[in-house]
């Protein structure tokens, strides 16, 4: 029998088995699932998941949703903490969508995701045999961010700027956000302050009205990038006025662009350029093992948002490529050339394969600020395989970090032809990196896999896995 306290009642009663949505269920927590949500189980064997409860605890939660093999549940009472417990730092959790496990200690969040790896890999991919190696942490919990990315909305009737409630999807603003760094809090502050003074409406998606859309904030070696993304107008004096705003009440500003952008979909990426004030630019550095590697950061490039871990797991990839000076590296979703940059130096030669041109320019550029001569990067789409692109070496290493989505199926047998002897395969989805190394297993072994955390007190995960040909 399973205890069950109904809504209505004041103390706990016994029920059969099957619970009904509005059910208050008592229950342990024995899991922390990929969603990031605690896992129970029932005496009939159903699963419920429980957002805000963490492995250890013991909670009074209200059931949402019934499926025919689990339940979703929301938590309504910590009853006994887990040792795992943690005091949140953030005053805007746990409301705040951008946390989900500040109550949870990092370390045992990250031992949770390494867990999670493993599980995919056995269970989606079929692998087994393979070594679990230690995980890397972030180096720092709090304030690790170098982006963030500013949503503007409508609260009470007026334009604010902040970042999504977990709760109803509404903007609310986060003064005290504890994830991204001082610098990035302050400008965010400010710009919060001048938002009335501008005179427009947030953009609403699904009407397509309204003219601010997103303010990103970069915050790296160089300098700080801010880019504003509205819709278009015939008057972007509001959008000017920001700028200026902001340039002059911070000189650690060195780069404000504004673009805009007509596509409704909801991503901070800006279209068209209508103004720069300073730099078009940014630029990081990764400080490798032997060696630093430089970064120009462009408005809409990717970089890995935490820069003390992206060292870390650069380093790992270099270390797992195994390079002695003479091998030919293949990096089939390079970017702006991330992971090619990182191990030009142990190479004889490096090419990079991306399908937007404007990511390939920056990787030029970027080898180019880095004096490298031994890459070369080249535009086009990978779902259509490697032979669209002519004539191409044998690669020793191949090196894939690929999008959430994974590997598209011609990119798998596209490798199993050019048999390199070693792949190295950083993904920040475990489920899509356990499919692709099952493709590649009838031409490779899993020889290690190395959890990364880059982004504490999210459910978010990157490994990189080694694979050495059979």
């Known amino acids: 029998m399973q205890e069950v306290i109904d809504s209505g009642a004041e103390s706990c009663q016994m029920l059969p088995m099957s619970v009904k949505r509005g059910d208050i269920i008592e229950v342990r927590i024995h899991d922390l699932a990929s969603s990031g949500n605690g896992v129970a189980r029932l005496d009939d064997g159903m699963a419920v998941f429980v957002t805000g409860a963490i492995p250890g605890s013991r909670v009074k939660a209200s059931v949402q949703k019934v499926k025919k093999r689990f339940a979703e549940a929301i938590l309504a009472e910590v009853v006994e903490y887990s040792p795992d417990a943690a005091k949140p730092k953030c005053p805007h959790f746990p409301e705040c969508g951008g946390c989900l496990l500040q109550h949870m200690d990092p370390a045992a969040q990250l031992a949770c995701k390494q867990d999670w790896v493993s599980a995919a890999l056995e269970r989606i991919g079929g692998l087994s045999g393979f070594e679990v190696r230690d995980p890397i942490a972030s180096p720092s919990p709090w304030q690790y961010r170098n982006k963030m990315e500013f949503v503007f909305g409508t609260e009470d009737g007026r334009t604010n700027l902040g970042l999504r409630s977990r709760v109803d999807g509404s903007v609310m603003d986060v003064p005290d956000c504890m994830i991204c760094s001082e610098k990035t809090g302050e400008i965010y502050r400010a710009a919060c302050d001048a938002v009335p003074r501008l005179g427009r409406m947030a953009y609403n998606p699904k009407t397509g009205k309204g003219y601010l859309r997103r303010l990103v904030i970069r915050h790296h070696q160089s300098g700080v990038m801010v880019h504003l993304i509205t819709a278009t107008a015939k008057d972007h004096g509001p959008a000017e006025k920001l700028g200026k705003l902001l340039t002059e009440g911070f000189p650690e500003i060195t780069s404000f662009v504004h673009s805009t952008r007509k596509n409704r979909r909801d991503l901070a990426f800006g279209e068209r350029i209508v103004q720069v004030i300073g730099d078009d630019s940014v630029v990081e550095t990764l400080p490798l093992t032997g060696v ?174 080694v694979l050495r040909r059979k």
């Open 292 to 465: 630093d590697v430089r970064y120009r950061i462009s408005p809409n490039a990717f970089f890995q948002p935490n820069t003390a871990t992206a060292a870390k797991m650069y380093d790992a990839v270099r270390d797992a490529a195994g390079l002695t000076g003479s091998e030919t590296v293949m990096d089939l979703y390079c970017g702006t050339g991330g992971l090619a940059l990182a191990l030009a130096d142990k190479a004889d030669r490096v090419l990079g394969f991306e399908l937007a041109p404007e990511s390939v320019k920056d990787a030029m550029d970027n080898a180019a600020l880095n004096g490298l001569k031994n890459c070369e990067f080249h535009a086009g789409s990978l779902d259509q395989g490697l032979g669209n692109m002519g004539d191409l070496p044998a690669p020793d290493v191949v090196v894939t970090d690929p999008p959430r989505s994974g590997m598209h199926e011609t990119i798998v047998r596209a490798i199993l032809d050019l048999s390199p002897r070693t792949v190295v395969a950083v993904s920040c989805d475990p489920a899509t990196l356990a499919r692709d190394l099952g493709r590649l297993s009838s031409g490779y072994v899993l020889e290690s896999v190395r959890t990364v955390d880059q982004f504490p007190h999210t459910a978010h995960v990157e490994a990189v896995a």
